[in-house]
């Protein structure tokens, strides 16, 4: 079974710019969740998507948003770049997002996103 | 709202001692606790998890016991290896019945020489 699948793996912007970012879940996981890693702040909970609708948003300015397809696969935009910006972003996967059990969050291999 | 924390890095171990990383948590109801694995360069790997008290999880020779009354989740190896070398971040999830937000760790980063 294929894992999760970040595109593209790296990616330098310059202030300013916007970005896209793509994430594919695993094969059947519905849910999917957005994770910042930063030296300072370690990793934080951005938001996630179910059955293409925003759940949950984490404590992040409105230059974060996302959007999720109808085939589970999930797009995060960072609009207007700042230099602290400039992160390891993962994303997760899992079947329905909900706790016990086999219903595990599984990570890609992370997008690193460095601003100029 | 929910925390956790780990006992601050970098951890130094010479290959096949004892491994011990603490971790305790500060959480409203029952939280299910993970530990993950991150390796250079790479995202971030399940490693093990327990979703009640008194839970064991178990993976790769790693073990973590999920006590309530301590509000702990410490992860143990009885013998690493170098290949053990790696960044360990616990993790505790929303206990409103979600598992899609993980609340981390800073990470513990563990070399181990031969």
């Known amino acids: 079974k294929a894992g999760v699948t970040q595109t593209p793996r790296y990616l330098i912007k310059t202030r300013g710019q916007q970005v896209t970012l793509s994430c594919s879940p695993i094969?059947?996981?519905?849910?999917v969740s957005w994770y910042q890693q930063t030296p300072g702040q370690g990793l934080q909970f951005l938001f996630e998507y179910f059955s293409e609708t925003q759940r949950n948003k984490g404590n992040f300015p409105g230059r974060f948003s996302g959007r999720q397809f109808s085939n589970s696969r999930s797009e995060m935009n960072v609009s207007t770049l700042e230099l602290g910006d400039s992160a390891l972003y993962l994303c997760a996967s899992s079947l329905y997002g909900r706790d016990g059990g086999t219903d595990t969050q599984y990570f890609g291999p992370g997008t690193r996103l460095t601003v100029l | 709202g929910n925390s956790v924390t780990q006992m601050e890095g970098p951890v130094t171990l010479s290959e096949e001692a004892f491994l011990t990383i603490n971790c305790t948590y500060t959480?409203?109801?029952?939280?299910?606790l993970f530990w993950y694995v991150q390796y250079p360069g790479e995202g971030l790997q399940l490693l093990l998890k327990a979703t009640k008290a008194d839970d064991k999880g178990s993976n790769k020779g790693f073990e973590a016991t999920y006590r309530k009354e301590t509000t702990s989740f410490h992860l143990e190896k009885g013998s690493v290896q170098v290949s053990d070398s790696a960044v360990y971040f616990c993790a505790l999830s929303d206990s409103g019945g979600s598992n899609y937000k993980l609340t981390f760790g800073k990470g513990t980063l563990l070399t181990v020489n031969p």
């Open positions: 094969s059947g996981h519905r849910s």
């Open positions: 959480a409203t109801g029952y939280p299910s």
